[in-house]
């Protein structure tokens, strides 16, 4: 730097604008992929994205770089042409299907799903899900031709639960289909092909580290997600962990797992003795099957570009810039899939990585932490000075990577999954010397778990590897405060309805109060359990409506979640009043009377009067009208109603709408998906703005004006 320019730095003022620019130019010489990639994602989000693209090439311009700007504006129109296409054929498509109903699908099985396959359409660039229990055969890289109808959009009603829409545009899926009797008719012979025997070679894979009868260990569960990113092997209470302890994303293959794949063939290929020009490329081999192996998702990908570009840098002999090298990873997966960019591990595991590259830049020029003398020059220091030396810079790297991933995925998870953890900063720091532990033991129990006498030690190596795993992120799962929703806890007052489809809902009633109806396993666990959590409730009580096995199952879901929460019988209360008071209010339940038919099941649903300061609210749910008529005269009154339908033994709504003079009537699915077959129709004077419909969907209840409880209220 000139002189002048250096005492101005020096003396804290601003560099002139010369200094500036010749700086941009050299950090644009270093890495010039940054600005096309900038200017492919402004046009990828779109509006006031574009000034971000308008802003790249006229950079390019300022700085007298025409040739970066015309790169610029080729991988932007690259990016534009690409998603007008798509879009073109969207609307086209879409318009077909709707006109249609039962449509001929055709195509490339791209990748399975839990409850179907993603199929690559043929002769177009669309691609769509197909869902149907006999899908479940079907594997990566088959052509299949079925038959699908169309199903409507599926968007989250509340933070948490799982928005299907969101993830299908991240997916670059257009839309989703039930399908039946699929019909194979080839097998593809261009990457998906490839992609399908690699999945194979993996389920074959799993099974050395899994045998048949040890399904359900979770240490040999953690063993196939982390070393062969199989996260269909392990269940959901082994995920919950993790999951609280903020570390999921040990369960995806990402940069970190390529990372130490190619950190232990390192080693392992010098001791074998191979050369380095030899050495290299063999590495860059191995780490792309392994990539392959694990599905090839996108932070895999992007590592592995990553470390291609690195090795072609290295055996080239040229200057690496980790941000030229992370700018061309980003923009090559954009190119070929635009939609990637609004996909929450596409964001995390770029975001996490620039983050650690800031980090690691500024752990350069920090000041050591336990060097004894940092102006001691390296060559004439002693072993033990290099020995904290060495262990200087390692403390320092795990603290200042783990520091800065946290600080960039907090904001980021708060946005996606309305969720942070505020010790998966320190959860981090504790299972990065563990990973490359259990990363080792599992390929040596994948290699040599037959090998006699070897086998056994790798499989007790593996196993006590994992289990220290596995215990140390459930300790910090367990810490106070370890799972916090990003949204602010709801009011005492509130309420909130959660539509579970096939008729069923659940509803929470208070915070903390009354949780009524726990559904079936799965919609405690997609549904009831993070549409609560992230809404800012904490049951008190849990109010099963039956005891069949599914609520059961439920149940059993929402008390890993609440162990703290009182669990009340269905039995317990035929033909009882239970009155219940929590922070939210009084709660009286009037459980069915005893010579009730318990079958259907329905008939076991209790009515609950809920009375706080602000209103007076009556759940009647599925409940029979024996049960509704139990109650005293003097207690049918309420601002609010929420009522479903019983088929055997149902109420007249409009009846009981009259009778407690409620402002506000909601009406739960079990009743919308069944009223317009039934033999009344609501009088027109009902359907007023009062009256709320809830159709698979969720409503969280809106606070009425304040009005002193116990007052009639007697105009609808």
Excluded at 78 to 90: G, K, P, Q, S, Y
Excluded at 411 to 427: D, E, I
Aim: aromatic letters at 8%; glycine letters at 8%.
């Amino acid at each position: 730097m000139p002189e002048p320019h250096a005492r101005a730095a020096s003396a804290g003022g601003a560099l002139p604008e010369d200094a500036w620019r010749r700086r941009l130019r050299l950090f644009l010489l270093r890495a010039p992929l940054l600005l096309p990639l900038l200017s492919c994602c402004g046009a990828i989000v779109g509006g006031q994205g574009w000034a971000l693209s308008l802003a790249a090439t006229l950079l390019c311009l300022l700085l007298h770089r025409r040739r970066l700007a015309l790169f610029v504006l080729l991988c932007t129109a690259i990016v534009c042409l690409r998603m007008m296409t798509d879009e073109r054929a969207r609307e086209q498509a879409l318009e077909a299907w709707h006109e249609a109903g039962t449509v001929v699908l055709s195509g490339t099985v791209e990748r399975e799903l839990s409850s179907g396959v993603i199929l690559g359409l043929d002769d177009s660039p669309l691609r769509v899900s197909v869902h149907g229990d006999e899908l479940s055969e079907i594997r990566t890289g088959e052509r299949i031709r079925v038959m699908g109808e169309l199903r409507p959009e599926r968007r989250a009603a509340l933070p948490g639960m799982f928005d299907s829409a969101a993830w299908m545009r991240g997916q670059g899926i257009v839309a989703s289909f039930s399908g039946a009797r699929p019909e194979r008719i080839g097998y593809d012979v261009g990457w998906y092909g490839l992609l399908g025997y690699c999945a194979t070679a993996r389920r074959l894979l799993a099974d050395r580290i899994m045998p048949p009868g040890t399904e359900s260990e979770p240490e040999r569960q953690v063993l196939c997600a982390l070393v062969l990113g199989a996260r269909d092997r392990a269940d959901d209470e082994t995920m919950l962990d993790f999951r609280r302890g903020g570390c999921l994303h040990a369960f995806a293959v990402s940069g970190l797992h390529v990372g130490l794949v190619a950190m232990m063939l390192w080693p392992l290929l010098y001791a074998l003795r191979v050369r380095p020009q030899v050495a290299r490329p063999l590495i860059l081999l191995l780490s792309g099957v392994y990539v392959l192996l694990t599905g090839a998702q996108a932070p895999a990908l992007r590592a592995y570009i990553m470390l291609a570009a690195a090795l072609f840098g290295l055996m080239l002999l040229r200057r690496i810039s980790l941000v030229n090298i992370w700018s061309l990873a980003a923009l090559l997966l954009l190119l070929i899939n635009p939609y990637q960019l609004m996909q929450p591990g596409f964001q995390l595991s770029f975001g996490v990585y620039a983050a650690i590259c800031l980090g690691i830049a500024f752990c350069r020029r920090d000041t050591p932490w336990f060097r004894p003398d940092p102006f001691i020059p390296y060559r004439i220091m002693t072993r033990g000075e290099m020995r904290i030396q060495a262990f200087d810079r390692g403390v320092r790297g795990v603290v200042v990577v783990a520091l800065s991933a946290w600080l960039i995925s907090v904001p980021l998870g708060a946005v996606h999954f309305h969720s942070f953890n505020p010790w998966s900063f320190l959860t981090n720091i504790a299972i990065t010397p563990l990973l490359p532990l259990v990363m080792i033991s599992g390929f040596a129990l994948l290699f040599f778990g037959s090998v006699p006498w070897i086998g056994p030690l790798a499989h007790a190596a593996a196993c006590h590897c994992c289990s220290w795993f596995i215990a140390t992120v459930g300790f910090f799962a367990s810490l106070p405060g370890a799972y916090i929703p990003a949204t602010r806890a709801a009011d005492p007052g509130a309420y909130m309805i959660m539509g579970l489809g096939y008729g069923k809902s659940s509803c929470m009633l208070g915070n903390p109060g009354i949780l009524v109806d726990t559904g079936s396993s799965s919609s405690a666990r997609w549904t009831i359990d993070p549409a609560v959590f992230h809404g800012g409730y904490a049951p008190a009580v849990i109010l099963p409506t039956s005891n069949l096995r599914s609520a059961t199952e439920g149940l059993d879901v929402l008390r890993q979640s609440w162990p703290e929460a009182r669990i009340l019988n269905p039995d317990e209360l035929r033909g009882r009043f239970l009155r219940v008071e929590t922070e939210a209010g009084q709660y009286l339940i009037c459980g069915p009377p005893d010579d009730l038919p318990t079958r259907p099941a329905i008939n076991q649903s209790p009515v609950l009067i809920w009375q706080n300061a602000y209103r007076r609210l009556l759940y009647l749910g599925d409940a029979a009208a024996e049960t509704y008529e139990r109650l005293p005269r003097g207690e049918r009154r309420a601002d609010v109603i929420i009522i479903g339908r019983n088929a055997a033994r149902g109420l007249d709504p409009y009846t009981v709408q009259q009778e407690c003079g409620a402002r506000r009537v909601i009406l739960l699915p079990s009743l919308t998906t069944s009223f317009e077959a039934a033999d009344w129709q609501w009088p027109e004077d009902f359907l007023k703005p009062g009256v709320d419909a809830v159709e698979q969907g969720s409503l969280e209840g809106a606070n009425l004006p304040p009005q002193p409880f116990g007052q009639s209220v007697s105009d609808p």
